[in-house]
């Protein structure tokens, strides 16, 4: 069965994976499925690796240790508490003081947990997790497994660290601490009420990681408090929609190979797989997918600046002036520049402005409306160079249709950018040239009546659907007047009110 053919939210993660990489938070559950049903060695979760500590000391000690991990859970204990109630026992039975009680506990756990993977599964592993670019690993496991995957690339840490990696690792975080250092290990209650303080370094850092990528969660029961404290921190971190959260659990018993279930738990998009190995093998082929769409329209997005690019470059070369601007010297060379440009797709945008900076619109990333920085400094010059051709044009004597060009090709930047596609000098440059259509925009004897038409027409739609550069346009012209730094900018600010107070009337 196909990933995309489960549910949307599938799609969703590997989207924002193929954008973001994957933060992975790993329990149990993932090491038992890489370890798999060895002859020699079989991974355990938390309660089975309990089970096994208590045969040990009911061994050593006769039978008179005296704590039933099954009968405690039951009678609703949880293993942080048991694992404290052994400690007093092992106290008690060998005489010797409570903190080396616990050691005695931790070194028995670190040799319970000694499991790692065939060099074949940690190599599979490795590429299945390489193929949905893990950023970090929070993990509750004491083992070395994830260790074993990422080889020379994992950088372990361990709870009294610092959560940072090298240039180019992974961080592995051991929240409850790792066999390789047995003190780091938190097992008993009094050592996770130690470990997560309010405030503290790791719960804050917890949150942080948790809200700045998407969470994957394999093979974990979110039974850690702490954990989904920062789960539940992390989807509100942001006034804004957080990344997706998939919590995958291993469930033999479907039928299929995923199941996507309706209801959420502590806002993680909960799935069912019969194969976590399965699960990782399909959500990679996924990401690669997208991984691949996407280049092909980033390639299909540079195509369309090409012809952008060299007019950009005819320009400057044509600007041999070396105190003149290269927009500058488009507004003062306005009449001949058509017939200087060599380049036939060049000459074409400058008849047709509008239409041609119009195709850049599908450029957009999907990342909140704006572009990418190569494409950013190329979409604000061709704006430059089609603004100031035109105002050169309109200009010219007795040009007074080339103001309504002007004005139709503003609004065509308003009506199909957002404001942060542009730069602070070409917000300016839109409010001056717009000062300087508005100045000739009147139904009177030398002035361009049909840029005094278009205004009236698409200045109410222009506030109204576009308010926040209406506003910005307008705030310009007022702090110029203000300052005097633009005090020419009365006419803008003029137009402006009228239509303000149209709308009031309205």
């Known amino acids: 069965m196909c990933l995309e053919e489960t549910n949307d939210c599938l799609d969703n993660l590997a989207e924002e994976i193929s954008k973001w990489g994957v933060g992975i938070i790993a ?60 400690c007093n026992k092992v106290s008690v039975l060998s005489g010797k003081p ?8 931790k070194q028995v756990i670190r040799s319970l947990v000694n499991w790692v993977p065939t060099t074949e599964q940690a190599k599979k592993y490795e590429s299945l997790l390489k193929g949905i670019n893990v950023k970090w690993v929070i993990t509750t496991n004491y083992d070395e497994v994830l260790e074993a995957i990422f080889n020379e690339y994992g950088y372990p840490i361990n709870p009294q ?25 938190i097992v008993t209650h009094e050592d996770y009420v130690q470990l997560f303080r309010p405030g503290n370094y790791r719960e804050n850092k917890l949150v942080t990681i948790m809200a700045e990528t998407p969470v994957m969660i394999l093979g974990y029961s979110l039974s850690d408090l702490n954990l989904l404290a920062g789960l539940d921190q992390s989807n509100n971190a942001f006034d804004s929609q ?29 799935i069912e797989t019969n194969s976590i190995e399965q699960f990782l093998t399909d959500l990679g082929v996924l990401v690669s997918k997208k991984i691949e769409a996407k280049a092909k329209l980033h390639e299909e ?26 927009y500058e ?10 017939s200087d440009l060599n380049n036939a797709k060049s000459k074409d945008i400058l008849r047709n ?3 041609s900076i119009k195709k850049l619109e599908s450029t957009a990333d999907d990342n909140k409306g704006s572009i990418r920085p190569i494409e950013f400094m190329a979409f604000n010059k061709s704006v430059m160079i089609l603004m100031q051709f035109l105002r050169g044009s309109a200009s010219l004597k007795s040009h007074f249709e080339d103001y309504n060009t002007l004005l139709k090709f503003i609004f065509t930047l308003i009506g199909n950018f957002d404001e942060s596609w542009f730069t602070p000098l070409v917000m300016k440059t839109i409010t001056r040239n717009l000062n300087f259509v508005l100045d000739y925009s009147k139904p009177a004897f030398g002035n361009s009546w049909s840029a005094n038409k278009t205004w009236q027409n698409e200045a109410p739609g222009f506030k109204r659907e576009h308010p926040d550069f209406w506003h910005e346009i307008y705030l310009q012209a007022s702090i110029g007047i203000a300052t005097g730094e633009g005090d020419m900018l009365v006419p803008l600010k003029e137009k402006f009110d009228e ?6 009337k309205d």
């Open 242 to 270: 957080s990344f997706s959260k998939a919590l995958v659990t291993y469930n033999s018993k479907i039928t299929k190979d995923y199941d996507v279930l309706q209801e959420k738990e502590f806002g993680c998009d909960k």
């Open 98 to 105: 409570y903190d080396d009680s616990k050691n005695e506990i």
């Open 499 to 504: 239509i303000d107070g149209d709308s009031v």
């Open 161 to 185: 660290e610092p959560f940072v990696a090298p240039k180019d690792m992974i961080p592995i975080y051991h929240i409850h601490g790792s066999r390789n250092s047995y003190q780091s290990m």
């Open 301 to 326: 997005e540079k195509q369309l600046y090409r012809d952008f690019d060299a007019l950009i470059e005819e320009v400057e070369e044509l600007n041999v002036q070396k105190n003149v601007t290269y």
């Open 353 to 355: 402005p509008a239409e």
């Open 329 to 338: 010297y488009v507004q003062n060379n306005a009449k001949s520049l058509i």
């Open 27 to 86: 329990g149990a559950g993932l090491s038992m499925a890489v370890i798999g049903d060895s002859k020699e060695k079989t991974a355990k979760n938390w309660k089975q690796l309990f089970i096994s500590v208590e045969k040990y000391f009911n061994n050593k000690y006769s039978d008179d240790f005296g704590v039933d991990v099954v009968s405690e859970l039951e009678q609703g204990s949880t293993l942080p508490q048991i694992a404290t109630k052994m």
